[in-house]
Nanobody
Framework: VQLQASGGGLVQAGDSLRLSCAAS??????MGWFRQAPGKEREFVAG????????SIADSMKGRFGISRDNAKNTVYLQLNNLKAEDTAVYYC?????????????????WGRGTLVTVSS
């Protein structure tokens, strides 16, 4: 399984971005997005179950971020709205063979290489 995250870039505070994570190989996974800011630990951002019916967003990001998937395209999206300087981080997508969502790094079996989001204030 290979995961390729894309869509990062340099934006202004208040802007929006949509990150994509394209999966190849066996793709019937629950998916998650994590981020790692400079000097900080990697943290959970959002997750989505295989059947799209259930999603989870980290409490601190609810109302600004959203997650969705297009199973026909084997792609998961992370919508980032009203970005703030503190959202600057490398964003990683991850996949797990289990059915449910996990907010734990160790709960995922596969990881992409990450895409950098830089928000200027």
């Amino acid at each position: 399984v290979q995961l390729q995250a894309s869509g990062g870039g340099l934006v202004q505070a208040g802007d929006s971005l949509r990150l994509s994570c394209a999966a190849s190989g066996h793709t019937s996974f629950a998916m998650g997005w994590f981020r790692q800011a400079p000097g900080k630990e990697r943290e959970f951002v959002a997750g989505i179950r295989r059947n799209e019916e259930y999603t989870s967003i980290a409490d601190s990001m609810k109302g600004r971020f959203g997650i969705s998937r297009d199973n026909a395209k084997n792609t998961v999206y992370l919508q980032l709205n009203n970005l703030k300087a503190e959202d600057t981080a490398v964003y990683y997508c991850a996949a797990r063979e289990a059915y449910g969502i996990s907010a734990e790094i160790g709960g995922y079996d596969y990881w992409g290489r990450g895409t950098l989001v830089t928000v200027s204030s």
